[in-house]
């Protein structure tokens, strides 16, 4: 059931969507929370949730709307932004051979996403190792998954 979640991606765009909707809705209630604490409520059912499907590494910044509901941070080598040269000519990965480069599967489940499916080819911000384990979900209301790190930027 979960392979076929993964390889028919319709369904996991219009839940991804949907839950988008309910944060940026719920955004209010939760600054009044404190998202610190909200943060240690979510960020449990979030991995529990996210880990079961898409064997999610809770990077803290998650695109898998733009990555064909496939996590890249499960790749081998952590690449974020497209395959390594070593890709297989049968489309598997050159660390993992019996396993399909996971660049291929997102590239592959995009063109199956109508709304984000074209979101295939940004380039995405390098992970801030800072923002591992926590909820990308708050992480995305708060913006810290578009801040760059201190000492990221070379001053003059």
Known sequence: MLRW??????????????????????????R????GRVDRWLRPLEEAGKR?????????QCVLHSTG?????TCPKNLR???????RANGHCEVI????????????RSQKMPIFGPEMILLQPPVNRQ???SSAWVNMLTGADRQTPLGWIKKD
């Not at 009044?32 to 998202?35: L, Q």
Request: glycine share 10%.
């Open 97 to 108: 051979p019996e396993m399909k480069c996971i660049w291929v599967a997102a590239y592959e």
């Open 69 to 73: 509901m496939t996590c890249p941070m």
């Open 32 to 35: 009044r929370i404190g998202y």
């Open 52 to 60: 079961s499907v898409f064997d999610c590494q809770m990077c803290g």
């Open 131 to 133: 923002l591992e384990g």
């Open 5 to 30: 979640l993964q390889d028919y991606p319709h369904f996991l765009e219009w839940a991804y969507r949907l839950t988008h909707h309910l944060f940026i809705w719920l955004d209010p209630l939760m």
């Open 81 to 87: 932004n497209g395959p390594c040269g070593g890709v």
